[in-house]
């Protein structure tokens, strides 16, 4: 496969170091376009939400833009706009991020400006219960408005019976609510430090202006002398499969979901992690895949068939694979059919051709994300928070062409466990 | 903390975008923007007419042809076909809308040859066999399905139904359940031809690709496909019925959607760059518009809150929109329909002017830093009959707008209050 030689000769530079106070700094330089991808991640998320305050990492991430002591609400948000920018920040399970994206000239004042907000946070009572009204009518909207997504969150409570994973990154309701300026200070100080952040610059500069622009803004910040540690309950390995069922009168569309728990990257077993990869590409990669053949076009039971594995994460992965049936085809029969397609691929593994196939999609993908700044700094901004290396972004394409079929059939046989998955079912009332 | 970096003189330079105009022997016409630094090769290109061209009693046709030209071409059924995109990383894909039937090619540059040789299987030899034709007919109906009780398809449907009665944009885009069910194999067929000529075919190619190259392969893709008619490009906006109307849909749920329509401004309507700063003042800025401040920021009424100006080839509308508690429904709308009404009465400031202007001329650059984004723009001019030096005009005509540019709209667009209303959920004392 010659994708994998030109993308050696070819690689963007990147290039990560740094700063004394401890704050982390990746840089893609990609000269195509005289504009700029500036984030900064911070390695927390929802899942280091204290107990009781669920939601809380989320609506801190909308806090932050309130103001500073230096710069009064809505002033960072008109400077990005008057520099034609754009911004926006986003929670997850395992971290928090805020971004610009500008005409290059700007960088340096996206810098100081995200450094300030890094340690001057400073809002009085007053916004914060206009804010959480916000964020109530956001899982209004997101979740309350939609069955698909109430189940989702029902599913992740049940795949993981322990660990925060299974709260969602939103919170609760009722503990929304309760979230108050003091909750979030609280947060803020503890998380929002140089050395539990990441820098990541990807677009028209390099690494030798952005280490200097660094140093004259994040540079100035004093170190905290550690990182925080986040501190989760583990999750114990399942022993029984679940079911978990929401009946809507407003789901006309069925479908069926399944969710098994799997390793990380930074679990030490990466190669199985690899080939879990392959495993979710061949089950339910695209309209070649094996479940859509199988359920979609061969037996004619579902109308669409995918998977997902979520692998980047700290704690717990899952891979997950979703199916819904065809008109006038039972749930019944659609998991029946499921059922058996998974058995199939587990006892027999995949074919030469499904491996070759998973493999040349996966590594095509990362050449395809080269196009896009925007979307190499989320690659290796969200890497580095989970606690991965750049060079394992870089090293991934070559690490997923190495991985042998033997490997893919151990991994799906230890994890794909019909007895310890959890089965998702969205019905009709 | 250094202070801010002062506000810089507004730069008007449009994006360094080098754009070639490539013609076939046979005459098919390409706008060709040559990148070699990535071993990739996107195409993207346009039919006029998409759902339009719907039979009245078929509606959802288009959008099934869409996604029926990669199911099996030529001498390869869906497997094969597919079989031999995932094998190369080929992505190629239909989308049918309102005005356009779009197509999307984007392939690694060493797999060009099979990509391109896909494509025009694609476009000249589809199969529409019949297991295809049921299996994709099928995720269409479940896709329908899933969105049936979706407050914003709802309302959006909803809301075209009661803007536009009688005229193809009325109907969904997608069809119906009923409709999507009726839609045969040899009726797709015979409508295909329709829908792919090239009267109005736009093509834009961006990657690793020569013009040469690019001029040798256009022949193959499109040369043979029917000439067809040009359609003419109307001057006057459709009218949009039921202005003044409110309409609710009762579906049980904690939040009421919210969308709007007011009359709009066509593409070539010479306030339309004016209308665009004064969008972006209502409701446009993510974080900086005025319906964001007052609904948002303010009073907490909702997470999203925006307007946009949306063109058709033969309509215009301001489109408006927000998602809200039940409860205070009337309030978020009362205070959508008073910025506007102070826009009209007021205008804005020219602060505000200056500010929107800094923002729309400041971020051109931004919709250009990808390969797909590059075409999407390149795409979108050449749909609407601009040339590629719009890109270097386009800054400037934003620059030249003046605050009683801007007045003068807001009085033309919201001078009259009648907006048509479309709510789904348990929208308390909206009326």
């Known amino acids: 496969m010659n994708i994998h030689a030109r993308r050696q000769e070819q690689a963007e530079p990147v290039e990560s170091f740094r700063l004394a106070n401890g704050l982390d700094v990746v840089v893609v330089s990609d000269r195509r376009a005289p504009v700029v991808t500036h984030m900064v991640w911070y390695r927390n998320g929802s899942a280091d939400d204290p107990a009781g305050k669920s939601g809380i990492a989320h609506f801190l991430e909308h806090l932050m833009f309130k103001g500073t002591q230096r710069w009064p609400a809505g002033e960072f948000s008109k400077i990005v706009a008057g520099y034609g920018g754009q911004e926006n920040a986003f929670t997850s399970f395992d971290y928090t991020a805020y971004f610009q994206r500008v005409p290059k000239e700007h960088l340096r004042a996206m810098m100081d400006y995200e450094a300030d907000r890094m340690t001057g946070l400073s809002f009085d009572e007053s916004v914060v219960a206009p804010e959480r009204d916000v964020v109530l009518e956001e899982r209004k909207m997101r979740v309350d408005s939609d069955p698909a997504a109430q189940l989702g969150e029902e599913f992740s409570s049940a795949l993981f019976v322990h660990h925060p994973y299974g709260t969602p990154i939103i919170g609760w309701e009722h503990e929304i609510e309760g979230l108050s300026r003091d909750d979030a200070f609280a947060y803020y100080q503890r998380f929002y430090t140089p050395e539990n952040a990441i820098l990541v610059v990807a677009g028209d500069t390099d690494a030798a202006e952005v280490r200097r622009l660094a140093e004259e803004s994040y540079g100035r910040i004093a170190a905290r002398g550690a990182a925080p540690v986040r501190k989760r309950p583990a999750e114990p390995d399942p022993r029984a499969s679940r079911r978990v069922s929401l009946n809507d009168p407003r789901v006309q569309q069925p479908s069926l979901r399944r969710g098994w728990l799997t390793p990380t990257y930074t679990s030490g077993v990466r190669e199985e992690v690899l080939a879990l990869e392959l495993v979710g590409e061949i089950l339910g990669g695209g309209t070649t895949s094996r479940l859509y053949r199988k359920l979609c076009v061969e037996q004619e039971l579902a109308a669409g068939a995918s998977a997902y594995f979520m692998s980047s994460m700290v704690d717990r992965a899952a891979l997950q694979v979703s199916a819904s049936p065809r008109p006038g085809v039972t749930m019944a029969a659609l998991e029946t059919g499921l059922d058996a397609a998974l058995a199939a691929f587990l006892a027999d593994g995949p074919s030469e051709l499904e491996m070759a196939r998973a493999r040349t999609r996966l590594v095509a993908e990362t050449v395809f994300a080269r196009d896009s700044q925007s979307s190499l700094a989320r690659i290796f901004g969200s890497a580095l928070a989970v606690g991965e290396t750049v060079e394992d972004v870089i090293a991934w394409p070559q690490r997923i062409e190495a991985v042998g079929r033997d490997a893919v059939v151990e991994a799906a046989r230890r994890y794909l466990r019909p007895d310890r998955g959890v089965t998702g079912l969205l019905l009709p009332a | ?431």
Not at chain 2, 24 to 39: F, K, M, T
Not at chain 2, 176 to 184: M, T
Not at chain 2, 410 to 421: E, I, N, Y
Request: aromatic share 6%; net charge negative.
């Open chain 2, 1 to 431: 903390m250094n202070a801010p970096i002062p506000t810089p003189a507004l730069n008007t330079a449009g994006p360094a975008i080098t754009v070639q105009t490539v013609r076939s022997p046979r005459g098919v016409e390409a706008w060709l923007v040559e990148e070699h630094s990535l071993p990739l090769i996107a195409v993207d290109f346009a039919f006029d007419g998409g759902t339009t061209r719907d039979p009245l009693d078929a509606a959802g046709s288009a959008y099934l042809i869409s996604g029926l030209l990669d199911e099996g071409a030529g001498d390869l059924d869906a497997e094969a076909f597919q079989g031999r995109m995932a094998d190369h990383a080929i992505s190629l894909g239909f989308d049918a809308r309102r005005d356009d039937f779009h197509g999307h090619l984007q392939t690694l540059s060493t797999h060009r040859d099979t990509a391109f040789e896909l494509l025009a299987l694609a476009l000249n030899k589809p199969r529409f066999d019949a297991d295809a034709v049921d299996r994709v007919r099928a995720q269409i109906i479940a896709g329908l399905q899933r969105q049936a009780q979706n407050p914003d398809v709802l309302c959006r449907n909803a809301l075209f139904a009661a803007a536009f009665p009688g005229h193809a944009y009325g109907r969904p885009e997608k069809g119906d359940i009923d409709s999507v069910s009726k839609l045969d194999s040899a009726a797709l067929k015979a409508l295909t031809p329709t829908l792919l000529d090239r009267a109005g075919l736009k093509i834009v190619v961006v990657g690793d690709i020569t013009a040469d190259e690019l001029a040798g392969r256009l022949d193959a893709l499109f040369g043979a496909l029917p000439k067809g008619e040009a359609r003419t490009q109307p001057t006057e906006a459709l009218p949009i019925q039921g202005l003044g109307q409110t309409h609710i849909i009762d579906l049980d749920v904690p939040q009421t959607v919210l969308r709007f329509f007011g009359p709009g401004l066509m593409w070539h309507d010479p306030d339309f760059i004016a209308g665009s700063v004064l969008n972006h003042i209502l409701g446009g800025s993510a974080f900086t518009s005025r319906l964001f401040m007052e609904v948002r920021e303010k009073r907490g009424l909702a997470y999203g809150v925006s307007s946009s100006l949306s063109p058709l080839r033969e309509g215009a509308m301001l489109v408006g929109g927000t998602a809200t508690r039940n409860d205070r429904a009337a309030e978020s709308m009362a205070v959508i329909r008073e910025e506007m009404a102070k826009l009209a009465a007021d205008g804005p400031t020219e602060h505000e002017v200056e500010e929107a202007k800094r923002y729309i001329i400041g971020s051109y650059p931004l919709r250009f830093d990808t390969s797909p984004k590059i075409a999407g723009e390149l795409l979108h001019l050449a749909i609407r009959g601009d040339t590629p030096d719009y890109l270097a005009r386009r800054n400037g005509l934003f620059a030249a707008v003046t605050l009683d540019d801007v007045r003068r709209v807001a009085q033309r667009l919201f001078g009259k209050p009648d907006l048509l209303v479309q709510a789904v959920g348990k929208p308390v004392g909206l009326v």
